[in-house]
């Protein structure tokens, strides 16, 4: 059964239903930041009660740097935009005063994929997420597209 | 007076009569005294808040952090066949109050962020008796 995207209304104001869809179902396993960097079997995110996967390179820290770092070790770099760049995958880190919020991907089409918390994935415009929510994209990064970059 | 308890609050969120049986009314006189009842009820209606106040948050600090969670911790010991019931049924966050509930913690480096692996760590410490 099709899932009515516009049950996320509510929790992003930028919501834009032509630039918005459902391509999965929703599931606990994963979140945002794991889904970013190809995974759909683990939680990434540097909590400190150990729970989340974190790369152990990586300082266990809530903020932006840190976050960057961690998608360093999988070869990603900062980029200027989040425009379509032909042999790169990019992905966006959002947050909100400093303090990362949410992770996106670039599909190769140029739209945008994410996973919502426990819920679906969703492809979205640039700018859907925007928000109380996850507050603004903070930085791009991408790294050179191969034909099997994602883990799942 | 009596108070009827939603039934259906507690079914949806996974609840079977395997935990107990639970009375249908409470009585609210002056010598009334807590029963399981009460915290059982506590427990599903703070998970049913905490579920849907954090459901697009992929920040598991979003989790620990709301009054709801801080709801089911303030039950204590008597939480933890509830939560061990909970992730019997469904992977779910609420395993991150097991930590917190029991003192102890099961999650090892090879099973960060894996939330069907670290429930089964927990539901087999659980069924060994609470031993490592």
Known sequence: VAVDPSIYRQHFPNFDPSQFVITSPKSPAYNCIAYAAGREDMWWWPDVMGFAYWPPSVLRLENLEVFQEAFETLGYSLCSDGSLEDGFEKIAIYHKDGVPTHGARQLENGVWASKLGREHDVVHGEKCLDGEQYGTIAFFMKRPRTTNTRGS | ?132
């Open chain 2, 1 to 132: 007076m009596n108070a009827a308890l939603k039934y259906s609050d507690l079914y949806s969120y996974g609840f079977t009569d395997r935990i107990g049986t639970l009375a249908a009314t409470r009585s609210t006189s002056k010598n009334y005294q807590a029963t399981r009842i009460d915290y059982v009820e506590k427990f599903y209606r703070a998970l049913k808040k905490l579920a849907e106040d954090t459901k697009v948050s992929s920040n598991p600090m979003d989790f620990v952090k709301h009054h709801a969670f801080r709801e089911i911790l303030s039950i204590g010991e008597k939480a933890v066949p509830l939560v061990i019931s909970e992730i019997s049924t469904r992977p779910s966050l609420i395993v991150l109050a097991l930590p917190m509930l029991t003192g102890t913690n099961v999650v090892t480096p090879d099973v960060q962020g894996n939330l069907e692996k670290i429930s089964s760590r927990w539901i087999e410490w659980y069924r060994r008796g609470g031993r490592p």
